[in-house]
Each structure stands twice: as structure tokens, then as C-alpha cells.
T-cell receptor, first 110, second 114 residues
Framework: NAGVTQTPKFRVLKTGQSMTLLCAQD?????MYWYRQDPGMGLRLIHY???????AKGEVPDGYNVSRLKKQNFLLGLESAAPSQTSVYFC?????????FGAGTRLSVL | AQSVTQLDSHVSVSEGTPVLLRCNYS??????LFWYVQHPNKGLQLLLK??????LVKGINGFEAEFKKSETSFHLTKPSAHMSDAAEYFC????????????FGTGTRLKVLA
């Protein structure tokens, strides 16, 4: 049982490059989330989705876009990466008020 | 607005001694509260949750937390620390029903000394 799988695990980008982070869940959950984790700041919500084809902005959405074309996948895109986007990114899905997290993607933007 | 404050960024205990990680919350409604644990280089895992049933909530690995409405607190405790408990712990409050959002505290890093 894979749960929530994030790819890639690590990535280094140059300023201005673009990339897509993939989150896949095999638990048939409706709700999915993207967070970023920075030292001393806990997890902050970037975007979330309450079902296939729907997305909504979270607390820190600027510079990111998302898509939920299939129920099991939630993609996070960076169109033009900036050093301020250096962070650890976590995807989660939820059911019954419980969130299930992936192992994270560590992104460095130089 | 909802918020959550973890009162200690770092806590150190000796193996076999009690653990206390403190969390205060602010909410204009009856909240659901959670504790998650994050081991190094891992994702977060649910320890326990409170959803307006019993005020003393038991979780995995011997952890428990008590919801105290009068003190707006939800402190996490364990009678005897184990080396494997060394991790970062997050207190989380749910946003109002229907918004599907959660508000995370800034985390408490627990160190267990041999």
C-alpha cells in the first residue's frame, strides 16, 4: 500500500527555471493539499483541492500553480523559480479529518 | 481567526523520563485538534486527534493529550520517553468546517538523551 507518493525527492533548479512536482495517492481520497515547510514556520498551505477538477488557493499561493485532472494526482508547478521557493514541499491527502502525508520533496533554487 | 501556538521550539528529556509538549490554540468555534510527528527526512504521521468526544485522547506509541477548553490547551504527554521518540512534533487545529484547511503550529523538536 503506497499511500501518498511524491516525485521527485530532491531537485536543484536555477532561478527562472520551471518544474512540476507530482503527488499521487492510491487511497481514493477526495481532498489533497500542497504545503511548504520552512525552518521555524511549520507547514504553510500553498493550494488545495476538494475533488477532481477543482483547486483553491491556500495561505501562500503566489508563484505556484496546481492541477487536479485525475482524482489520484495533484500537480504543483513552479513557472519561474525564485530562491525564496527553496523549501521542503509536502503533499497530503485526507479523509475523515485525517491527513496522510508524502515523504516530501526537497527543492533548492540557486 | 484560528491559530495555534507551540510554546517550546525545543525540548530535551532523558530516556525514561516524562515528555510534555505544550500547545495552545485560539478558535471561535469548537475545533478539532491534532498532533502529528515528523521523524527526520520523513513525512508527517498522525499521533492522535481530538474531535469533541473524550477530552483525554490516547494516541500511538504511548502518547496522549488532554483537551482543556478553559485553558485553550492541548498538551501532548508521554510517561516515559524512548530514544525513538526523538522527532519534530506539530500541533494542528482544523479551520472551520467546510473549508478543508488545517493550521499548523511551528513545531517542537524533541531530543531524547541517553
Amino acid at each position: 500500500n503506497a499511500g501518498v507518493t511524491q516525485t521527485p525527492k530532491f531537485r536543484v533548479l536555477k532561478t527562472g527555471q520551471s518544474m512540476t512536482l507530482l503527488c499521487a495517492q492510491d487511497m481514493n481520497h477526495e481532498y489533497m493539499y500542497w504545503y511548504r515547510q520552512d525552518p521555524g514556520m511549520g507547514l504553510r498551505l500553498i493550494h488545495y483541492s476538494v475533488g477532481e477538477g477543482t483547486t483553491a488557493k491556500g495561505e501562500v499561493p503566489d508563484g505556484y500553480n496546481v492541477s487536479r485532472l485525475k482524482k489520484q494526482n495533484f500537480l504543483l508547478g513552479l513557472e519561474s523559480a525564485a530562491p525564496s521557493q527553496t523549501s521542503v514541499y509536502f503533499c497530503a491527502s485526507s479523509v475523515g479529518n485525517i491527513q496522510y502525508f508524502g515523504a516530501g520533496t526537497r527543492l533548492s533554487v540557486l | 481567526a484560528q491559530s495555534v501556538t507551540q510554546l517550546d521550539s525545543h525540548v530535551s528529556v532523558s530516556e525514561g523520563t516524562p515528555v510534555l509538549l505544550r500547545c495552545n490554540y485560539s478558535s471561535s468555534y469548537s475545533p478539532s485538534l491534532f498532533w502529528y510527528v515528523q521523524h527526520p527526512n520523513k513525512g508527517l504521521q498522525l499521533l492522535l486527534k481530538y474531535t469533541s468526544a473524550a477530552t483525554l485522547v490516547k494516541g500511538i506509541n504511548g502518547f496522549e493529550a488532554e483537551f482543556k477548553k478553559s485553558e485553550t490547551s492541548f498538551h501532548l504527554t508521554k510517561p516515559s520517553a524512548h530514544m525513538s521518540d526523538a522527532a519534530e512534533y506539530f500541533c494542528v487545529v482544523s479551520a472551520p468546517s467546510g473549508t478543508y484547511k488545517y493550521i499548523f503550529g511551528t513545531g517542537t523538536r524533541l531530543k531524547v538523551l541517553a
